[in-house]
């Protein structure tokens, strides 16, 4: 992990998901989050989505992964996220998700993210996120 001073406005990281029907129905055991829109393609058809679709806080969940494992990496403490849901994600569709440096607070040690997952060139999620990082 980079020292607090390292972090630049515009550094970024993203990774490319996909979530399938067992990412899908595993979530839903682990959360509880047993909503027919996502475990019940029958009910989904018939709803303003046409299709069974992925739980939000599943898709958003990847962002922890880039912080994590990518930018700023291992050891940061992740304070705040603040995620807002555009479109849908539907199963087995490509989504590209991506933090972007928009602040550095040194004296706080944190650093602010712009967060956003694209999926057909549309954003289907836009957010921030605040995290700390340790000397």
């Excluded at 998901?17 to 829109?37: A, I």
């Excluded at 550095?104 to 549309?122: G, H, M, P, W, Y």
């Amino acid at each position: 992990m980079l020292s607090i001073t390292e972090y630049k406005v515009g550094m970024y990281a993203e990774i490319v998901r996909s979530f399938s029907e067992s990412d899908v129905d595993l979530f839903s055991k682990l959360s509880g989050d047993e909503n027919p829109v996502h475990l019940n393609e029958e009910y989904a058809k018939n709803t303003i989505f046409g299709a069974r679709i992925v739980h939000g806080a599943l898709a958003s969940s990847i962002f922890s992964t880039i912080f994590a494992n990518l930018l700023p990496g291992a050891g940061c403490i992740y304070l705040k996220s603040e995620n807002k849901f555009l479109r849908p994600i539907y199963l087995n569709e490509k989504v590209i998700f991506k933090v972007e440096i928009i602040d550095v607070l040194q004296e706080k040690k944190r650093v602010i993210f712009k967060t956003v997952a694209v999926s057909n060139d549309q954003e289907c999620i836009v957010g921030m996120a605040e995290l700390y990082i340790p000397e």
